[in-house]
């Protein structure tokens, strides 16, 4: 186990810069999770502490020792990938044993980490099959063996899961979480997956355009993202956003938007009156109520079975709503919603979060 310390990471492509400067420290045992969407520089990061990719500036430390010179080999990591890359022609049990047969550990030390490993995760009924002889799951849980046999510092995972189903993505997630638990070992999982983010992870690394964007506990990034982009991204169905402006008349604090209506917020000393700002509020905080102050227009109601999503707009733009309340199935053409003042959030016109 280790911690890791990244250190003004950049990393350009040619001219083509991908990471604009990275800092993170990554304490010994924790379970990191780097999410973003696609092309953002989560792999491109993850591959740089795993020495696979050279480092254009900055600096990587495990456990204190600065390693941008040192081979992967070196690193003691070990890496799970979206593909299995497993030895076809290989057993599961000798592609679980094959790094401690090049490091030639003894036959019978080899058997009992096997064992123990493949207990862990449930393998020991697949142990002579072959690759092609099993499911997704079970490949990408012999990947995972794997790995952990080898005993590393820290595991990194990149969208290990993305090539399975949905249900079975939910079973596995669950299963990587049990053994974080078991294993305590340092672990660094890249998703495009803000689920797998949010269930997975001690802290999230939130990353955009090769910046990072936030840094925190799951709960922290859903109840106070720090800008637009992590509100919009953290969260599903996503946050809702109205332009307008922050007014101060007689002491209160509200959103006014185009069409003179507005809403009350609480007080934001940071914010002169008349400033640009954009409310956001998750379709699960809006409140359907008849006195409602808000009218929105239906254009589409989904049921998921365990809710309902609401497509609405609300002043011409498209709003949507999240309730467990059956009853809006048969909601007329207009409806009537509330945003309760506790359950707002401000952002100014750089799109920074405003308390
Ligand atoms: N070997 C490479 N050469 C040039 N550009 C690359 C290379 N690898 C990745 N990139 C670019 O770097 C950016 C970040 O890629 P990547 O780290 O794979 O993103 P993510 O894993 O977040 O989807 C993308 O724009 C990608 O096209
Ligand atoms: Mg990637």
Redesign the pocket.
């Given at each position: 186990m280790a911690s890791i310390d990244i250190s003004a990471i950049r990393?350009s492509?040619?001219h083509?810069p991908?990471?604009h400067g990275v800092d993170l420290t990554i304490r010994d045992g924790e379970f990191i999770v780097?999410v973003?969407?696609?092309?953002?520089?989560?792999?491109?990061?993850?591959?740089m502490i795993a020495g696979l990719?050279e480092v254009t500036s900055g600096e990587i430390s495990i456990e204190g020792r600065r390693v941008n010179d040192l081979p992967p080999k070196d690193r003691d990591i070990a890496m799970v990938f979206q593909s299995y890359a497993l030895y076809p022609h290989m057993t599961v049990a000798d592609n679980m044993s094959y790094s401690l047969r090049l490091r030639k550990t003894g036959k019978e030390r080899i058997a009992e980490i096997v064992a123990s490993a493949s207990a862990k995760l449930g393998l020991d009924a697949l142990l002579q099959r072959r690759p092609k002889a099993l499911s997704g799951g079970q490949r990408q849980r012999v990947a995972m063996g794997r790995a952990i046999v080898r005993q590393p510092k820290a595991f990194l995972f990149?969208?290990p899961l993305s090539n399975l189903d949905a249900r079975l993505r939910e079973q596995m997630r669950a299963e990587i979480k049990k053994l974080h638990k078991e294993l305590g070992a340092t672990s660094i999982y890249?998703t495009?997956d803000q689920i797998e983010a949010m269930t997975l992870a001690d802290r999230i690394v939130a990353?955009h355009g090769?910046v990072v964007q936030q840094v925190g506990a799951p709960l922290d990034l859903y109840d106070r993202p720090a800008n637009l982009f992590v509100a919009g991204f953290i969260g599903s169905p996503g946050m809702n956003f109205l332009e307008g402006h922050y007014v101060l008349e007689g002491g209160q604090a509200s959103v006014r938007f185009a069409n003179e209506t507005s809403v009350a917020v609480e007080l934001r000393k940071a914010l002169a009156s008349n400033s640009k700002v954009t409310l956001g509020i998750r379709p699960e905080h809006v409140v359907i109520s008849s006195a409602g102050a808000i009218e929105a227009g239906v254009d589409l109601v989904e049921p998921t079975g365990f809710g309902i999503i609401m497509h609405l707009s609300v002043h011409g733009l498209p709003f949507k709503i999240f309730t467990l309340d059956r009853s809006v199935l048969s909601a007329d053409r207009t409806i009537r919603v509330d945003f309760p003042i506790s359950r707002l959030h401000l952002f100014d016109s750089e799109g920074q979060r405003v308390d």
């Open positions: 990393k492509y040619g083509f991908v990471l780097l973003g969407p696609s092309g953002c520089g989560k792999s491109t990061l993850l591959r990719e990149d969208e890249v495009h990353m090769g």
